[in-house]
């Protein structure tokens, strides 16, 4: 069975995702969202600028065995802007804390250091396996409503 491997660029995580070509743009969506937790009407997928339309086959497009899509994700609407997310600690901790779609990084770490009362430069928070770097907002790193992010303690030996 023919596949393409897809590159799903737009945040600070970039999925791999391998689809067969009978596959619709919408199977892939649910693909993402399964990886990602954005839902699938959030979602617009480009290939060289072009917007893919859902109920195509991805071999409509013909993309060769490698393609990398933009992912575009729609914004919460203005009436619905915080949502809850759960912070897990390797100690077993976990909080759910409100945070908008444009927090900084920075910011939840600051909310974790005053709620689990562990110094923010002692800590690592990751994102689907990836570190998430203080200078950009969480939705670069795929997290909406639900998400879960991990923390982990840097304790260095003496």
């Known amino acids: 069975m023919a596949t393409v491997q897809f590159r799903i660029s737009g945040g600070q995580v970039t999925p791999v995702i391998t689809m067969p070509i009978s596959a619709t743009i919408l199977d892939l969506k649910e693909r993402i969202q399964l990886f990602t937790d954005i ?6 997928l480009r290939f ?4 893919l339309t859902n109920d195509r086959t991805i071999s409509h497009y ?5 393609a990398t899509l933009v992912l575009d994700v729609k914004p919460l609407h203005d009436q619905y802007p915080k949502f809850f997310i759960l912070v ?5 901790q976990s909080k759910l804390m409100r945070v ?4 900084l990084v ?3 770490r600051s909310k974790i250091e005053r709620h689990f009362g562990i110094p923010g430069k002692l800590m690592s928070l990751y994102r689907l396996s990836l570190e ?6 969480i939705s670069a790193y795929y997290v909406w409503a639900g998400s879960h992010v991990e923390v982990l303690i840097n304790i260095e030996p003496r």
């Not at 839902?39 to 617009?44: F, I, P, S």
């Not at 908008?100 to 927090?103: H, L, R, S, V």
């Not at 998430?132 to 907002?137: L, R, S, T, Y």
């Open 39 to 44: 839902c699938m009407t959030r979602q617009t």
């Open 132 to 137: 998430m770097k203080d200078e950009f907002p």
């Open 106 to 108: 920075g910011d939840l």
């Open 48 to 51: 060289n600028n072009q917007e």
């Open 88 to 92: 897990k600690s390797c100690n077993e």
């Open 100 to 103: 908008k779609e444009t927090t």
């Open 62 to 66: 013909e993309f060769g065995q490698f």
